[in-house]
Protein backbone atom coordinates (compact mmCIF):
# COMPACT_ATOMS: atom_id res chain seq x y z
CA UNK A 1 0.00 0.00 0.00
CA UNK A 2 1.42 3.63 -0.99
CA UNK A 3 2.19 6.09 1.99
CA UNK A 4 -0.78 8.10 0.47
CA UNK A 5 -3.72 5.94 0.37
CA UNK A 6 -2.12 4.32 3.76
CA UNK A 7 -2.08 7.94 5.35
CA UNK A 8 -5.41 8.60 3.51
CA UNK A 9 -8.00 6.07 3.20
CA UNK A 10 -10.60 7.73 2.12
CA UNK A 11 -8.98 8.89 -1.06
CA UNK A 12 -8.90 4.86 -2.44
CA UNK A 13 -12.72 5.34 -2.96
CA UNK A 14 -12.68 8.46 -4.97
CA UNK A 15 -9.41 8.60 -7.05
CA UNK A 16 -8.63 5.58 -9.53
CA UNK A 17 -5.49 4.14 -8.59
CA UNK A 18 -3.91 1.07 -10.34
CA UNK A 19 0.03 0.37 -9.27
CA UNK A 20 2.40 0.60 -11.57
CA UNK A 21 5.60 1.91 -10.45
CA UNK A 22 7.33 -0.67 -8.12
CA UNK A 23 7.07 1.39 -5.20
CA UNK A 24 9.35 2.62 -2.62
CA UNK A 25 11.86 3.54 -5.46
CA UNK A 26 15.19 3.19 -3.38
CA UNK A 27 17.49 5.88 -1.99
CA UNK A 28 21.28 6.10 -1.58
CA UNK A 29 24.38 8.42 -1.05
CA UNK A 30 26.25 9.20 -3.45
CA UNK A 31 29.30 8.35 -2.00
CA UNK A 32 31.90 9.09 -4.19
CA UNK A 33 30.28 12.36 -5.51
CA UNK A 34 30.06 13.41 -2.03
CA UNK A 35 33.98 12.52 -1.13
CA UNK A 36 35.22 14.13 -4.69
CA UNK A 37 32.94 17.67 -4.30
CA UNK A 38 33.71 17.81 -0.57
CA UNK A 39 30.43 17.84 -0.09
CA UNK A 40 28.42 17.32 2.98
CA UNK A 41 26.09 14.56 1.84
CA UNK A 42 24.56 13.80 -1.18
CA UNK A 43 22.21 11.27 -2.09
CA UNK A 44 20.13 10.19 -4.88
CA UNK A 45 16.24 9.05 -5.46
CA UNK A 46 16.22 5.88 -7.86
CA UNK A 47 13.11 6.67 -9.70
CA UNK A 48 15.01 5.69 -12.63
CA UNK A 49 14.40 2.77 -11.28
CA UNK A 50 10.61 2.69 -11.06
CA UNK A 51 8.22 0.10 -12.93
CA UNK A 52 9.55 -1.98 -15.86
CA UNK A 53 10.53 -2.42 -18.63
CA UNK A 54 10.74 1.59 -18.75
CA UNK A 55 10.92 3.56 -15.27
CA UNK A 56 11.59 7.11 -14.79
CA UNK A 57 9.28 9.67 -13.12
CA UNK A 58 6.15 9.10 -15.31
CA UNK A 59 5.13 5.67 -13.67
CA UNK A 60 4.20 7.44 -10.72
CA UNK A 61 1.43 10.35 -12.53
CA UNK A 62 0.01 7.05 -14.60
CA UNK A 63 -0.67 5.18 -11.21
CA UNK A 64 -3.56 7.57 -10.84
CA UNK A 65 -4.04 8.87 -14.32
CA UNK A 66 -4.68 5.11 -16.25
CA UNK A 67 -6.06 3.95 -12.53
CA UNK A 68 -8.67 7.15 -13.71
CA UNK A 69 -8.99 5.64 -17.22
CA UNK A 70 -9.85 2.23 -15.47
CA UNK A 71 -12.34 2.88 -13.24
CA UNK A 72 -14.19 5.47 -16.01
CA UNK A 73 -13.73 2.17 -18.35
CA UNK A 74 -12.45 3.74 -21.24
CA UNK A 75 -10.93 1.49 -23.60
CA UNK A 76 -7.92 4.44 -24.69
CA UNK A 77 -5.91 7.21 -23.79
CA UNK A 78 -4.68 10.36 -25.77
CA UNK A 79 -1.47 12.40 -24.98
CA UNK A 80 0.80 14.55 -26.56
CA UNK A 81 4.86 15.47 -26.16
CA UNK A 82 8.22 15.77 -28.79
CA UNK A 83 8.73 12.99 -30.77
CA UNK A 84 11.25 11.05 -28.43
CA UNK A 85 8.51 12.12 -25.42
CA UNK A 86 9.41 9.65 -22.43
CA UNK A 87 6.06 10.52 -20.76
CA UNK A 88 4.21 9.36 -24.48
CA UNK A 89 6.44 6.22 -23.89
CA UNK A 90 5.65 5.45 -20.55
CA UNK A 91 2.14 6.04 -21.41
CA UNK A 92 2.27 3.69 -24.39
CA UNK A 93 3.76 1.01 -22.04
CA UNK A 94 1.89 1.56 -18.92
CA UNK A 95 -1.28 1.60 -20.90
CA UNK A 96 -0.61 -1.57 -22.34
CA UNK A 97 -0.18 -3.34 -19.20
CA UNK A 98 -3.65 -1.87 -18.27
CA UNK A 99 -5.02 -3.23 -21.34
CA UNK A 100 -5.51 0.02 -22.97
CA UNK A 101 -4.59 1.67 -26.01
CA UNK A 102 -2.37 4.75 -26.74
CA UNK A 103 -2.73 7.16 -29.06
CA UNK A 104 0.40 9.63 -28.76
CA UNK A 105 -0.04 13.04 -30.80
CA UNK A 106 3.63 13.85 -31.34
CA UNK A 107 5.60 16.90 -32.69
CA UNK A 108 9.53 17.72 -34.18
CA UNK A 109 12.07 17.34 -31.24
CA UNK A 110 15.89 17.66 -31.77
CA UNK A 111 17.14 14.77 -32.71
CA UNK A 112 18.72 11.90 -30.22
CA UNK A 113 19.84 8.39 -30.47
CA UNK A 114 17.17 8.56 -27.30
CA UNK A 115 14.49 9.62 -29.90
CA UNK A 116 15.07 6.67 -31.93
CA UNK A 117 15.11 4.49 -28.70
CA UNK A 118 12.13 5.78 -27.35
CA UNK A 119 10.25 5.13 -31.11
CA UNK A 120 11.10 1.95 -31.05
CA UNK A 121 9.78 1.29 -27.47
CA UNK A 122 6.55 2.97 -28.41
CA UNK A 123 6.24 0.97 -31.55
CA UNK A 124 6.97 -1.97 -29.48
CA UNK A 125 4.23 -1.13 -26.87
CA UNK A 126 1.75 -1.11 -29.93
CA UNK A 127 1.23 2.59 -29.36
CA UNK A 128 -0.48 4.21 -31.94
CA UNK A 129 1.48 6.90 -33.09
CA UNK A 130 1.04 10.58 -35.06
CA UNK A 131 3.39 13.05 -36.08
CA UNK A 132 2.24 16.67 -36.36
CA UNK A 133 4.62 19.60 -37.69
CA UNK A 134 2.55 22.45 -35.89
CA UNK A 135 0.49 22.68 -32.55
CA UNK A 136 -2.65 23.54 -34.71
CA UNK A 137 -1.93 20.65 -36.51
CA UNK A 138 -2.27 18.83 -33.13
CA UNK A 139 -5.27 20.59 -32.74
CA UNK A 140 -6.98 19.45 -35.74
CA UNK A 141 -5.70 15.71 -35.01
CA UNK A 142 -7.18 15.27 -31.85
CA UNK A 143 -10.46 15.99 -33.09
CA UNK A 144 -10.12 13.90 -35.73
CA UNK A 145 -8.64 10.99 -34.00
CA UNK A 146 -11.16 11.06 -30.89
CA UNK A 147 -14.01 10.56 -33.72
CA UNK A 148 -12.06 7.99 -34.87
CA UNK A 149 -12.03 6.18 -31.45
CA UNK A 150 -15.00 6.69 -29.85
CA UNK A 151 -16.81 3.35 -28.56
CA UNK A 152 -19.83 2.24 -29.42
CA UNK A 153 -21.19 3.42 -25.83
CA UNK A 154 -20.08 6.95 -26.73
CA UNK A 155 -17.30 6.77 -24.68
CA UNK A 156 -13.67 8.78 -25.86
CA UNK A 157 -10.27 7.93 -24.88
CA UNK A 158 -9.30 9.86 -22.06
CA UNK A 159 -7.33 12.54 -22.31
CA UNK A 160 -3.73 12.97 -20.43
CA UNK A 161 -1.90 16.33 -20.96
CA UNK A 162 1.69 16.91 -21.81
CA UNK A 163 3.75 15.40 -18.81
CA UNK A 164 1.16 13.97 -17.17
CA UNK A 165 0.99 17.30 -15.41
CA UNK A 166 -2.82 17.39 -14.75
CA UNK A 167 -3.74 17.65 -10.59
CA UNK A 168 -4.99 13.54 -10.90
CA UNK A 169 -1.38 12.86 -12.15
CA UNK A 170 0.57 14.84 -9.67
CA UNK A 171 -1.03 13.33 -7.27
CA UNK A 172 1.27 10.17 -7.96
CA UNK A 173 4.19 12.41 -6.91
CA UNK A 174 2.36 13.95 -3.10
CA UNK A 175 2.92 10.08 -2.94
CA UNK A 176 6.65 10.61 -4.03
CA UNK A 177 6.74 12.98 -0.96
CA UNK A 178 5.65 10.91 1.33
CA UNK A 179 7.49 7.55 0.72
CA UNK A 180 11.02 9.81 0.87
CA UNK A 181 9.49 11.39 4.41
CA UNK A 182 9.32 7.74 5.15
CA UNK A 183 12.52 6.85 4.37
CA UNK A 184 13.51 9.62 6.39
CA UNK A 185 11.93 8.45 8.82
CA UNK A 186 13.04 4.52 8.79
CA UNK A 187 17.04 6.17 8.56
CA UNK A 188 17.90 5.61 5.10
CA UNK A 189 19.07 9.34 4.24
CA UNK A 190 18.72 12.59 6.79
CA UNK A 191 15.97 15.08 6.03
CA UNK A 192 17.61 16.69 2.72
CA UNK A 193 18.06 20.59 3.18
CA UNK A 194 18.05 20.82 -0.19
CA UNK A 195 16.15 18.47 -3.06
CA UNK A 196 17.20 19.48 -7.32
CA UNK A 197 14.88 17.85 -9.90
CA UNK A 198 14.81 18.69 -13.45
CA UNK A 199 11.08 20.55 -14.46
CA UNK A 200 9.28 20.68 -17.68
CA UNK A 201 5.46 20.03 -17.89
CA UNK A 202 5.97 21.09 -13.81
CA UNK A 203 4.20 17.91 -11.98
CA UNK A 204 7.17 16.26 -10.48
CA UNK A 205 7.95 19.26 -8.81
CA UNK A 206 4.78 20.56 -7.84
CA UNK A 207 3.44 17.17 -6.27
CA UNK A 208 6.88 16.77 -4.80
CA UNK A 209 6.56 20.44 -3.05
CA UNK A 210 2.97 19.39 -2.28
CA UNK A 211 3.87 15.89 -0.21
CA UNK A 212 7.14 17.33 1.60
CA UNK A 213 4.52 19.88 2.82
CA UNK A 214 1.94 17.48 3.61
CA UNK A 215 4.68 15.62 5.46
CA UNK A 216 6.12 18.65 7.55
CA UNK A 217 9.69 18.64 5.78
CA UNK A 218 11.01 21.59 5.56
CA UNK A 219 13.27 21.00 2.43
CA UNK A 220 14.59 23.41 -0.23
CA UNK A 221 13.01 22.56 -3.40
CA UNK A 222 15.29 23.30 -6.24
CA UNK A 223 13.84 23.34 -9.58
CA UNK A 224 15.48 23.31 -12.78
CA UNK A 225 13.72 23.79 -16.00
CA UNK A 226 14.54 22.87 -19.04
CA UNK A 227 12.12 24.47 -21.38
CA UNK A 228 11.52 28.38 -21.45
CA UNK A 229 9.55 30.21 -19.43
CA UNK A 230 6.29 30.35 -21.94
CA UNK A 231 5.96 26.67 -20.38
CA UNK A 232 6.99 26.71 -17.04
CA UNK A 233 6.50 30.03 -14.47
CA UNK A 234 6.37 30.17 -10.93
CA UNK A 235 2.44 30.86 -11.25
CA UNK A 236 1.87 27.71 -12.88
CA UNK A 237 3.16 25.73 -10.13
CA UNK A 238 1.41 27.77 -7.45
CA UNK A 239 -1.50 27.57 -9.29
CA UNK A 240 -0.93 23.51 -10.11
CA UNK A 241 -0.13 22.95 -6.24
CA UNK A 242 -3.42 24.56 -5.39
CA UNK A 243 -5.59 22.31 -7.54
CA UNK A 244 -4.26 19.51 -6.40
CA UNK A 245 -4.45 19.87 -2.96
CA UNK A 246 -7.65 20.93 -4.15
CA UNK A 247 -8.09 17.83 -5.32
CA UNK A 248 -7.24 15.97 -2.52
CA UNK A 249 -9.20 17.79 -0.32
CA UNK A 250 -12.15 17.25 -2.45
CA UNK A 251 -11.72 13.25 -1.87
CA UNK A 252 -10.61 13.24 1.52
CA UNK A 253 -11.07 16.38 4.13
CA UNK A 254 -8.48 15.15 6.26
CA UNK A 255 -5.94 15.98 3.73
CA UNK A 256 -4.22 19.11 5.13
CA UNK A 257 -5.38 22.76 3.82
CA UNK A 258 -1.65 23.91 2.39
CA UNK A 259 -0.01 27.06 1.40
CA UNK A 260 2.79 26.78 -1.59
CA UNK A 261 5.59 27.55 0.24
CA UNK A 262 7.01 30.63 -1.60
CA UNK A 263 10.49 30.38 0.36
CA UNK A 264 11.22 27.06 -0.21
CA UNK A 265 10.12 26.94 -3.91
CA UNK A 266 13.33 28.21 -6.27
CA UNK A 267 13.04 27.92 -10.30
CA UNK A 268 15.69 28.24 -12.59
CA UNK A 269 16.05 28.84 -16.16
CA UNK A 270 19.78 29.29 -16.67
CA UNK A 271 20.31 25.59 -17.74
CA UNK A 272 17.87 25.28 -20.66
CA UNK A 273 20.28 26.13 -23.15
CA UNK A 274 19.60 26.81 -26.61
CA UNK A 275 16.41 25.00 -26.54
CA UNK A 276 14.22 22.25 -25.17
CA UNK A 277 15.75 18.86 -26.49
CA UNK A 278 19.46 19.86 -26.75
CA UNK A 279 22.29 19.12 -24.87
CA UNK A 280 24.18 21.58 -23.11
CA UNK A 281 27.76 21.24 -22.64
CA UNK A 282 27.28 21.69 -18.87
CA UNK A 283 24.71 18.61 -19.25
CA UNK A 284 26.86 16.48 -20.79
CA UNK A 285 29.75 17.19 -18.43
CA UNK A 286 27.42 16.64 -15.49
CA UNK A 287 25.90 13.26 -17.12
CA UNK A 288 30.09 11.94 -17.54
CA UNK A 289 30.48 12.57 -14.46
CA UNK A 290 27.93 10.98 -12.31
CA UNK A 291 28.31 7.72 -14.40
CA UNK A 292 32.06 7.89 -13.72
CA UNK A 293 31.59 8.08 -10.06
CA UNK A 294 28.53 6.53 -9.47
CA UNK A 295 27.82 4.52 -12.49
CA UNK A 296 24.34 5.51 -12.57
CA UNK A 297 23.27 7.04 -16.00
CA UNK A 298 21.65 10.45 -17.02
CA UNK A 299 20.82 12.26 -20.13
CA UNK A 300 21.28 15.71 -21.38
CA UNK A 301 17.44 16.80 -21.60
CA UNK A 302 16.43 16.95 -17.90
CA UNK A 303 18.63 15.15 -16.14
CA UNK A 304 22.03 16.39 -16.91
CA UNK A 305 21.16 19.70 -16.84
CA UNK A 306 19.57 19.99 -13.28
CA UNK A 307 22.58 17.90 -12.09
CA UNK A 308 24.53 20.98 -13.74
CA UNK A 309 23.24 22.76 -11.54
CA UNK A 310 23.63 21.02 -8.34
CA UNK A 311 27.39 21.10 -9.41
CA UNK A 312 27.64 24.55 -9.86
CA UNK A 313 25.46 25.42 -6.63
CA UNK A 314 28.29 22.53 -4.96
CA UNK A 315 31.52 25.08 -6.22
CA UNK A 316 30.10 28.02 -5.54
CA UNK A 317 29.27 27.05 -1.88
CA UNK A 318 26.12 27.04 -1.55
CA UNK A 319 24.34 24.05 0.50
CA UNK A 320 27.93 23.83 2.33
CA UNK A 321 27.40 21.01 4.85
CA UNK A 322 24.06 20.46 4.22
CA UNK A 323 22.68 17.30 2.81
CA UNK A 324 21.15 17.34 -0.71
CA UNK A 325 18.94 14.98 -2.78
CA UNK A 326 18.95 14.60 -6.16
CA UNK A 327 15.42 13.42 -8.09
CA UNK A 328 17.09 10.82 -10.79
CA UNK A 329 13.55 10.93 -12.84
CA UNK A 330 14.89 9.60 -15.86
CA UNK A 331 14.65 5.53 -16.62
CA UNK A 332 17.96 3.36 -16.44
CA UNK A 333 16.72 0.05 -17.47
CA UNK A 334 18.22 -1.52 -20.48
CA UNK A 335 14.99 -1.65 -22.36
CA UNK A 336 17.70 -2.81 -25.68
CA UNK A 337 16.15 -6.66 -25.47
CA UNK A 338 12.83 -5.21 -26.58
CA UNK A 339 13.73 -3.24 -29.58
CA UNK A 340 16.50 -5.67 -30.66
CA UNK A 341 15.97 -6.02 -34.12
CA UNK A 342 12.72 -4.07 -34.26
CA UNK A 343 13.05 -1.48 -38.46
CA UNK A 344 12.24 1.79 -38.15
CA UNK A 345 10.06 1.24 -41.37
CA UNK A 346 7.60 -0.15 -39.63
CA UNK A 347 7.11 3.28 -38.17
CA UNK A 348 4.86 6.12 -39.13
CA UNK A 349 6.79 7.69 -42.32
CA UNK A 350 7.07 11.27 -40.47
CA UNK A 351 9.40 9.25 -38.04
CA UNK A 352 11.82 7.42 -39.97
CA UNK A 353 13.62 11.10 -40.71
CA UNK A 354 14.96 10.50 -36.61
CA UNK A 355 16.96 7.61 -37.78
CA UNK A 356 18.05 8.64 -41.01
CA UNK A 357 19.22 12.10 -40.55
CA UNK A 358 22.29 12.94 -37.33
CA UNK A 359 21.67 13.37 -33.93
CA UNK A 360 21.98 16.45 -32.71
CA UNK A 361 26.31 17.03 -32.24
CA UNK A 362 26.64 16.83 -28.50
CA UNK A 363 25.09 13.04 -28.56
CA UNK A 364 27.80 11.88 -31.34
C1 LIG B 1 9.25 14.39 -18.02
C2 LIG B 1 10.60 14.39 -17.42
C3 LIG B 1 10.97 15.35 -16.46
C4 LIG B 1 10.09 16.49 -16.08
O1 LIG B 1 8.96 16.13 -15.34
P1 LIG B 1 7.74 17.12 -15.30
O2 LIG B 1 6.81 16.50 -14.35
O3 LIG B 1 7.20 17.21 -16.70
O4 LIG B 1 8.23 18.45 -14.85
C5 LIG B 1 12.22 15.25 -15.89
N1 LIG B 1 13.09 14.29 -16.27
C6 LIG B 1 12.78 13.38 -17.20
C7 LIG B 1 13.80 12.37 -17.56
C8 LIG B 1 11.53 13.39 -17.81
O5 LIG B 1 11.23 12.48 -18.74
Redesign the pocket.
Known sequence: MIPLLEQYPALSSVLGYTPLAGLPTPVQPMARLTQELDAHGLYIKRDDLSGRPYG???AR?LEFLLGTALQEKRKAVMTFGGAGS??ALATAVYARQCGLASINMLTPQPNARSVRRNLLLSDWAGAELHHFETWDAVCRGVKREMFRHRESDGRFPLVIPS???SPVGIVG?VNAGLELNAQITAGLLPEPDALY?????????VGLTLGLAAAGLRTQVVAIS?TSPDFNTRDKARNLFQSTNALLRQADPSFPDLDFPEERFELLYNYIGPMYGLYTEASVEAVRRVNAAEGIRL?G???GKAFAALLDHLRAGRFKNKNILFWN???TWDFSAEIAGRDYHALPAPFHRYFEEEVQPLDR
Open positions: GNKKNHGGSFVATGTMGTVVEVYTTYN
